[in-house]
Antibody, heavy 123, light 110 residues
Framework: EVQLVESGGGLVQPGRSLRLSCTASGFTFGDYAMSWVRQAPGKGLEWVGF??????????EYAASVKGRFTISRDDSKSIAYLQMNSLKTEDTAVYYC??????????????WGQGTMVTVSS | SYVLTQPPSVSVAPGKTARITCGGNNIGSKSVHWYQQKPGQAPVLVIY???DRPSGIPERFSGSNSGNTATLTISRVEAGDEADYYC?????????????FGGGTKLTVL
C-alpha cells in the first residue's frame, strides 16, 4: 500500500525549532519529488515547499512565507523527507501534510497525502 | 502574485450536477488540479491536468479549463460528495514562482 506517515509535530514556543519527518512506503521514494502543504485551523491549504528527486538535482523551492526559515531535505536510503522549521512564528500553527508530488522540475499534482501532523506555536 | 478565486460555497440536491469554479488570470494556460477534503481528513486528488481522473475516482467527477475559469463538475451528486474542494496551479509568472491554491469551496448536499 502506498503510504506517507508524518511525525514530529507538537507544541513549540515562538522562535524555537522543530523538525517534521515523512516516512514513505509502497513506492520507490527516490523517483518522486515531495511537497509539504499546511493548513491552519479552519483555513485553506497553503503550499510550504518541495524537493525535487535526485534525478532532477534534489533541489528545493519554498513559499515566500517560509523561505529562509524552513528547509526541506530527503534521505532516499530511508525513504524519508524532512521539514526543518526554524524561527517559528505563531502564524506557522497548522496541520502539516507531506505529499507525493508528480512533478519533476516544477511541482505538479499531489497524488498521495499523509494524515498530517499538528504543529502549534505558542508561548 | 497569482490569485485563484473560488466561491465559498455551493449547494446542490442529491442526483443533480454541481459545478465548482476556479477563476484566475488566463488560467486556461495552466494545468489545474483539484482536491476533495472531508472533515478531519487529508485532501484527496480528484482531478489532475485539468480533466484527468486518478484511479479510484468515480467518472462522476470531471474537469475543464479554458480562458479565465477552470471548472470541477460532479454529476449525480451523492451525500458522500459533501466536502471542501480546492483548485491548485503552479504559477511561474510572478517574482516568486510557486504553488497556488484557491480558497476552497464547501459543497453542501441538500
Amino acid at each position: 500500500e502506498v503510504q506517507l506517515v508524518e511525525s514530529g509535530g507538537g507544541l513549540v514556543q515562538p522562535g524555537r525549532s522543530l523538525r517534521l519527518s515523512c516516512t514513505a512506503s509502497g513506492f520507490t521514494f527516490g523517483d518522486y519529488a515531495m511537497s509539504w502543504v499546511r493548513q491552519a485551523p479552519g483555513k485553506g491549504l497553503e503550499w510550504v515547499g518541495f524537493i525535487r528527486s535526485k534525478a532532477y538535482g534534489g533541489t528545493t523551492e519554498y513559499a515566500a512565507s517560509v523561505k529562509g526559515r524552513f528547509t526541506i531535505s530527503r534521505d532516499d536510503s530511508k525513504s524519508i523527507a524532512y521539514l526543518q522549521m526554524n524561527s517559528l512564528k505563531t502564524e506557522d500553527t497548522a496541520v502539516y501534510y507531506c505529499t507525493r508530488d508528480r512533478g519533476t522540475v516544477t511541482t505538479d499534482a499531489f497524488d498521495i497525502w499523509g494524515q498530517g501532523t499538528m504543529v502549534t506555536v505558542s508561548s | 502574485s497569482y490569485v485563484l478565486t473560488q466561491p465559498p460555497s455551493v449547494s446542490v440536491a442529491p442526483g443533480k450536477t454541481a459545478r465548482i469554479t476556479c477563476g484566475g488570470n488566463n488560467i486556461g494556460s495552466k494545468s489545474v488540479h483539484w482536491y476533495q477534503q472531508k472533515p478531519g481528513q487529508a485532501p484527496v486528488l480528484v482531478i489532475y491536468y485539468d480533466s484527468d481522473r486518478p484511479s479510484g475516482i468515480p467518472e462522476r467527477f470531471s474537469g475543464s479549463n479554458s480562458g479565465n475559469t477552470a471548472t470541477l463538475t460532479i454529476s449525480r451528486v451523492e451525500a458522500g460528495d459533501e466536502a471542501d474542494y480546492y483548485c491548485q496551479v503552479w504559477d511561474s509568472s510572478s517574482d516568486h514562482p510557486g504553488v497556488v491554491f484557491g480558497g476552497g469551496t464547501k459543497l453542501t448536499v441538500l
